[in-house]
């Protein structure tokens, strides 16, 4: 969730006066890392996950599945448990690391050190999650269970779905009708996140998800569950006063967007060239990769009719007022503004050919006070308009004891900007004075249930990103067609339902796959002057000069005949090919892999993590959403009304717990003979 420092935050009214402080100083400090490093070469292409989780109380006395609040107590004893561990093990073990997340029962953890890309290493991902769990169990009660699960299925719902209970009508922050204050992480950043945010918009953060229309379901579907009488604060009128939609499930709060939990992959680039051109290479990929993972499909006890979080994380931190939403005309604001803050990606960054201007073409408002003094100190009009589009937001969260910075040594003020524009693909350069490199971060998966599929994802994205950078592959496409993927990714079984546009050859014209030395070793990158073709790593000649790229702006974008590059594909054919032109994703991989010296255990292994992508691609396993929407329809409790009650929240939370743990087999989700994860 960005920067967490301890001070006084300011509210909105107070943080306002300084937004264009922290923004001229953020384009300083971003001036001054770029000055730095912008030449830097050969950094390592070293990777991370970051993994959040759910502690569930499966509490079998009561019979119900709760959300335990004790992320305040738990992450100190992580804590000073990894510190022991660090001086009693080997310098060579890689001890994880936990972190805060929004949510009061969530956790986020990470590996304690960067894998390389080698073979030997993505083999151990696995066993380091499954670490991470143990550690986490070993601090909980015998009740609690660390669970990666991406939305808790009664969050907000009548009833008890907290460890403790807390009454919804005391919250005072979000001032939600369903989320108690309590699930909400005590530090006062968070506090300050939700208040700022809603205080920006001018109103409630409001989702309605369309419910899922069941044979009984009442129709139309008017939820009697919301408190429409309660009269504690002037928001609650919203809901009555025609908010709540119906036929919909109504959630009201930030809560219940960043209350899911995700999983996310960071890459590091040997230099910025090479991490732009990654960026530009996923970007049409992160649609796929949200389908492929959907593990959402209830909330506030309802079936809904979508299987992923994405719309509902978007709208619930969506800060925008009528202005910027286009709603009323431009008075207060300066910009309107298409999107959330969490929100798709609206341009691409690569000064690459093969980056033409028609794959640029949604509105991309930016601020053209800092796009000049971008361009005015030699950034790129690419870079500029990408940077200066981020900075049309206002900081969400100021510390009052850091307003003035040493724009020379500190990044925060950018930082508060970058981190708070929640995209599905986030370019990270360099913070003031690190030794980390530029970086790329995949932000659109799902959580999936065991460390096995999250290692399988991981592992699938991480060799993808290395047959993009050894191959130069090409996967552009309109980036209004990658939102139009994005909306259909959410769709409920929108993996042998829908239909993605693809790029048609993912090579160019002219040549055929010819694949460059790549080194599996943990400190190698791809040379940088290797001549690949279209590649990341092309001759001097393959890239726009900054006044070629500045041309592009006076480009027509008629008759461009990018139309004849792509076309719509089922996932199955993404993911394991159509015919001779186009091999699939995996299809890339696997002959990324043959470049590779692996020995044949090692490929074997690899390729079982491999097999679960491709049988989710072809429909032959369900994705985490199908199986959790068929498991509650088919529990005798159900009653065909698109109600998920505790009991049969306990049940599903149960039994998703006994197929983490490998003690119940699910054929239908999971490779047959899955056993569970164990740590090394």
């Not at 006395?61 to 335990?68: G, H, I, P, R, Y």
């Not at 009833?159 to 403790?164: A, K």
């Not at 990018?562 to 993911?575: I, R």
């Not at 679960?612 to 994705?623: F, H, M, Q, V």
Request: aromatic share 8%; charged share 25%.
């Amino acid at each position: 969730m960005g920067l967490l420092k301890n001070g006084e935050f300011l509210s909105w009214e107070e943080g306002r006066k300084y937004a264009d402080h922290v923004r001229d100083h953020g384009i300083t400090q971003f001036l001054n890392v770029w000055e730095r490093v912008k030449t830097r070469d050969g950094d390592s292409p070293t990777w991370g996950d970051e993994v959040e989780c759910m502690i569930i109380n499966i509490d079998d006395e009561e019979k119900n599945a709760k959300l335990s609040l004790i992320q305040d107590k738990l992450l100190p004893k992580l804590r000073a448990a990894t510190e022991d561990l660090k001086k009693n093990k080997s310098s060579a073990e890689n001890i994880p690391t936990f972190h805060p997340e929004y949510g009061q029962y969530m956790i986020e953890s990470t590996p304690g050190r960067p894998y390389s890309g080698s073979i030997s290493d993505l083999l151990t991902v696995e066993s380091n999650m499954a670490y991470r769990r143990e550690l986490m169990k070993a601090h909980l009660k015998d009740s609690e269970y660390p669970m990666t699960i991406t939305s808790f299925p009664r969050l907000g719902a009548p009833g008890v779905f907290s460890d403790p209970h807390h009454d919804p009508a005391k919250s005072v922050t979000s001032r939600s009708l369903f989320l108690p204050e309590e699930v909400i992480n005590n530090h006062c950043r968070f506090r300050a996140l939700t208040n700022n945010i809603q205080s920006r918009r001018g109103s409630k953060l409001t989702k309605n998800l369309p419910i899922f229309r069941d044979t009984q379901t009442p129709s139309p579907f008017i939820d009697p569950t919301i408190p429409l009488d309660r009269d504690t604060c002037p928001e609650d009128a919203e809901a009555r006063s025609g908010a709540a939609l119906p036929d919909h499930i109504y959630l009201d709060a930030l809560g219940f967007g960043v209350g899911c939990c995700c999983l996310q992959i960071t890459f590091q680039a040997g230099n910025v060239d090479e991490a732009r051109d990654l960026y530009d290479a996923l970007l049409p990929v992160t649609p796929i990769m949200l389908a492929l993972t959907a593990a959402s499909p209830v909330y506030r006890g309802y079936l809904s009719d979508v299987d992923c979080r994405w719309e509902l994380i978007s709208a619930s931190a969506d800060d925008r007022t009528e202005e910027e939403r286009g709603l009323k005309p431009l008075k207060e604001n300066k910009f309107v503004i298409p999107k959330s803050r969490y929100d798709s990606v609206s341009c691409y960054l690569s000064r690459s050919l093969n980056n033409k201007p028609e794959y640029n073409d949604v509105p991309l408002p930016f601020d053209h006070r800092y796009y000049d003094r971008l361009r005015a100190n030699g950034v790129d009009d690419v870079m500029a308009k990408h940077i200066a589009h981020l900075f049309i937001r206002d900081p969400l969260v100021i510390l009052s004891d850091a307003i003035d910075q040493d724009d020379q040594t500190s990044s925060d003020h950018f930082e508060n900007l970058q981190s708070t524009n929640w995209q599905t693909l986030r370019f990270k350069p360099p913070t003031a004075n690190s030794s980390i490199g530029w970086r790329v971060e995949f932000r659109s998966m799902e959580v999936q249930i065991t460390d096995f599929e999250n290692t399988a994802f991981a592992i699938f994205i991480v060799l993808l990103s290395r047959a993009i950078l050894t191959f130069g592959l090409n996967f552009y496409i309109p980036i209004s067609k990658v939102d139009e993927n994005m909306y259909r990714a959410e769709r409920r079984g929108a993996v042998t339902e829908q239909k993605f546009w693809f790029r048609k050859r993912p090579y160019g014209k002219d040549i055929s796959l010819r694949p460059a030395s790549f080194s599996s070793s943990p400190n190698s990158a791809v040379p940088p002057n290797e001549l690949l073709p279209n590649g990341v790593h092309g001759s001097s000649n393959s890239r726009r000069s900054n006044s070629e790229t500045n041309s592009l702006n006076h480009l027509s974008l008629n008759g461009s005949g990018v139309d004849e590059e792509y076309e719509e594909m089922t996932m199955n054919e993404v993911m394991n090919g159509k015919g001779a032109e186009f091999p699939g994703l995996l299809g890339l991989i696997n002959t990324y892999l043959d470049t590779l010296e692996i020995q044949s255990d090692q490929r074997q292994k690899i390729q079982r993590y491999l097999d679960l992508i491709r049988k989710r691609a072809e429909g032959s396993l369900k994705t985490t959403a199908t199986w959790i929407r068929d498991y509650i329809r088919a529990h005798p409790s159900y009653k065909f009304n698109s109600v998920v009650s505790e009991e049969i929240n306990y049940d599903l939370i149960k039994a998703l717990h006994e197929i983490a743990g490998g003690a119940r087999q699910a054929n239908d989700l999971l490779p047959e003979g899955y056993s569970g994860s164990r740590p090394l």
